[in-house]
């Protein structure tokens, strides 16, 4: 499992480690692995142009000092020095000591050192930098940003924040970003993660110093695999769940049946179907049980899924709220849910919604959530007393009470698509109905979801059934 700590957790492990430790020791460790990172990106050191882009403190320090290693293999490197008179004095040192030069950020000619560049080093601002880039950082990333060199964050990009992921401002965009010891929330969250391109982790030994409970936690195949849900020689549909499905309506049926394939594919026995797309749902899959007497009457579930496609049918919501079994409520579930009701529930409940649908339950606008996620995720999380999957790029589920966001990035941009949301859906909630707990649930079914996706589009555009159908290729890619 992947795991993010926040910059307090971080910056009080390095204080532990460093007391047991030779001064100055954290500092070689990040920066060897930096300059290894860097190597590699660049192939060939042995006459490759370098600028280094060095602010205050250790993480100027941590770039100067890797500059020296590039240079004593035969790289051209230059610092461009933003506050020569806070800059690390160490490996300042270390780098001229090496061949390589600097200069004033605000000296002529500073654009063409990092235009000139093969590979630009971005060490402007560390792990406490709040809100964008301001002075002379902000034409530095300008100017990064119109070369057309690789760009190597150290820790991670300048200008984003570490503990939630927002960027508020300019921010250098890396290619590569080297973080020390363990990820940061921002480095796996929106619009961050974005700014961070690939991520690689340097072992600089935190691990043994590290609270036990992370920020974020990044579930990888093997911990997937664990929960997926594998029937033993005694089961049968019933033994397996059945969950139930309350969606669709005249406009709509094409949510009912996408919702019913996620079902369908998610493990579960058996899916009953409640709702006017009766014979959409039986036409496409006539295992379906499907009932017309309303969720209270349509028999034995240990799951409902409700909204996707629902129009206007706030009855049918109430009803499926007030059930005593797992719940999630997704699309139309989500306008039409009584906040109360949803609050007051004893059984577990899982919400779904997009960023837009997000906003309109925290009462913000659409922006305020998408650059702001995580702390979206939480708040909803903790006012409607659920668990909450907050749809996205970067897909977050959040328990009520607090404790790790599990974050997804499995999907792929051809999820973006009409019904691929109710398929998600059905997917959970078979989930839910198979026993596993809500935020497990969201988890393992994003995961998927996103496997999916991938499998479904291969580089290509992709339709909600078609990741539907692509959902058990996945679940063998876990399980293999």
């Known amino acids: 499992m992947r795991t993010a700590y926040s910059v307090e957790s ?28 860097c190597a590699g990106l660049l192939g060939r050191v042995y006459g ?30 230059t610092a461009v020095l933003l506050s020569p008179e806070r800059v690390h004095g160490g490996g300042l040192t270390a780098l001229l000591r090496a061949g390589g030069r600097a200069v004033h950020a605000g000296d002529e000619g500073v654009a063409g050192v990092v235009g000139r560049a093969d590979l630009v080093l971005d060490g402007i601002v560390g792990i406490g930098g709040k809100g964008g880039l301001r002075g002379p950082a902000v034409p ?9 060199a690789a760009v190597v964050a150290v820790d991670l990009p300048s200008g984003v924040d570490a503990d939630t992921g927002e960027v508020r401002g300019a921010a250098v965009r890396a290619d590569l ?23 690689r982790l340097v072992d600089i030994g935190l691990g043994d110093v590290l609270p036990p409970e992370p920020e974020l936690e990044a ?17 049968d549909k019933y033994r397996r769940g059945v969950v139930g499905v309350a969606a669709g309506s005249a406009r709509y049926p094409g949510a009912a049946v996408l919702a019913v394939a996620g079902a369908l594919r998610g493990g579960a026995g058996a899916v009953r179907y409640v709702g006017p797309a009766a014979e959409a749902v039986i ?44 719940v999630l409520i997704d699309a139309d579930g989500l306008r039409l849910a009584d906040a109360d009701a949803v609050r007051g529930r004893g059984a577990p409940t899982l919400l779904t919604p997009h960023a837009g649908e997000a906003a309109a339950l ?80 969201g988890s393992v079914a994003a995961y998927l979801h996103g496997l ?21 290729g996945a679940w063998r890619d876990v399980r293999g």
């Not at 579930?219 to 089961?235: I, T």
């Not at 999916?452 to 058990?472: N, Q």
């Open 10 to 37: 971080v910056r009080a492990a390095e204080r532990e480690l460093m007391a047991r430790v030779p001064e100055g020791a954290l500092m070689q460790r990040a920066a060897a692995g930096l300059a290894a990172a």
């Open 48 to 77: 490759s142009r370098v600028a280094l882009l060095i602010g205050s403190g250790d993480n100027g320090g941590d770039a100067l000092y890797a500059g020296a290693r590039l240079a004593r293999r035969g790289a051209g490197v």
């Open 140 to 148: 530095l990333a300008e100017a990064v940003g119109r070369s057309g």
């Open 177 to 199: 970003t080297v973080t020390f010891g363990t990820h940061k929330p921002g480095l796996l969250v929106d619009p961050a993660r974005e700014y961070a391109g690939s991520v």
């Open 219 to 235: 579930l990888q195949h093997a911990e997937v695999a664990r929960l997926l849900p594998r029937p033993g020689a005694e089961s």
């Open 283 to 326: 036409a496409r899959f006539p295992e379906t049980l499907v009932s017309d007497r309303g969720p209270a009457h349509a028999g034995r579930v240990q799951a409902w899924v409700v909204g996707p496609g629902a129009g206007e049918d706030a009855d049918v919501v109430a009803e499926v709220v007030a059930a005593d079994v797992p």
């Open 362 to 441: 925290l009462g913000i606008d659409r922006e305020e959530v998408e650059g702001a996620r995580l702390a979206a995720v939480r708040e909803l999380a903790g006012r409607y007393a659920a668990t909450v999957l907050l749809k996205g790029s970067t897909t977050l589920v959040a328990d009520p009470g607090g404790g790790a966001v599990r974050v997804n990035a499995t999907g792929t941009g051809w999820l973006a698509t009409a019904g691929s949301g109710d398929v998600l859906s059905g997917l959970a909630g078979s989930l839910l109905a198979a026993g596993l707990t809500a935020l497990d649930a």
């Open 452 to 472: 999916a996706g991938r499998f479904a589009a291969d580089g290509a555009p992709a339709g909600a059934h078609d990741v539907a159908e692509a959902i058990p």
